[in-house]
């Protein structure tokens, strides 16, 4: 079955403790990004990346790592987490290059940090 | 960079009422605009989508409109059902370094009551 995985799928966790959310795509995609959806805010992109060892920032990247060792991975770091990113976060994939296609979402990935 | 706006926050219909939601873009460049679905506890999914070389596009009770000239694009949601319930994003895309970056609108909340 087609789909992104992310990990974990609930975390709470307190200032400054490191911390990395896994995704996995199956479908051979290039690009995979990450977004934070928070109330009456909608998806904002904090990084995305076109392929392997290619990634930008996105709208809200400070505080945010990310890599792309490998096609069907793209990690999210948080170095040092704060309160203001306790948030909902999904990941997703896209094929097709510059092909004008919808993206596949994960399930999320809801972040509490005390 | 691109800003998408989407009205209303929230709309809540009778079972059976029809549901409009409309979104307007400031980028004339943007030529994707795909809406998705999220239900309690997932990831956004697409639900439809329209390129902006058509002007409006129908799967059996949702459809797409497009105006290019006006900037906007809405949903049409008929007949109802409360299985509809979720929040609906739309996104504008353009063409960005190679990739297609889509810009989000804020989410509709909407209700169908039974």
């Known amino acids: 079955e087609a789909q992104v995985t992310q990990n974990p799928r609930y975390l709470i966790t307190v200032t400054g403790k490191k911390l990395t959310v896994t995704c996995s795509q199956n479908m051979n995609h290039e690009y995979m990004s990450w977004y934070r959806q928070d109330p009456g805010l909608g998806l904002r992109q904090i990084y995305y990346s076109m392929n392997v060892e290619v990634t930008d920032k996105g709208d809200v990247p400070e505080g945010y790592k990310v890599s792309r060792k490998e096609k069907r991975n793209f990690p999210l770091i948080l170095e040092s987490p704060s309160p203001n990113q306790t948030s909902l976060y999904f990941c997703?994939?896209?094929?097709?290059?510059?092909?004008?296609?919808?993206?596949?979402f994960g399930d999320g990935t809801r972040l509490s940090i005390l | 960079g691109e800003n998408v706006e989407q009205h209303p926050s929230t709309l809540s219909v009778q079972e059976g009422d029809s549901a409009v939601i409309k979104c307007t873009y400031s980028?004339?460049?943007?030529?994707?605009f795909p809406w998705y679905k999220q239900e309690l506890g997932k990831g956004p999914q697409l639900i439809i989508d329209i390129r902006s070389n058509v002007g409006e596009k129908k799967d059996q009770r949702i459809a797409v409109t497009l105006n290019k000239t006006a900037k906007h694009f809405s949903l049409h949601i008929t007949e109802t059902q409360p299985e509809d319930s979720a929040v609906y994003f739309c996104?504008?895309?353009?063409?960005?370094?190679?990739?297609?970056?889509?810009?989000f609108g804020r989410g509709t909340s909407l209700i169908v009551h039974p």
């Open positions: 980028d004339s460049a943007s030529n994707y």
């Open positions: 997703a994939s896209r094929g097709g290059g510059t092909a004008r296609q919808p993206q596949h």
């Open positions: 996104a504008a895309s353009m063409k960005s370094g190679g990739s297609y970056i889509p810009t």
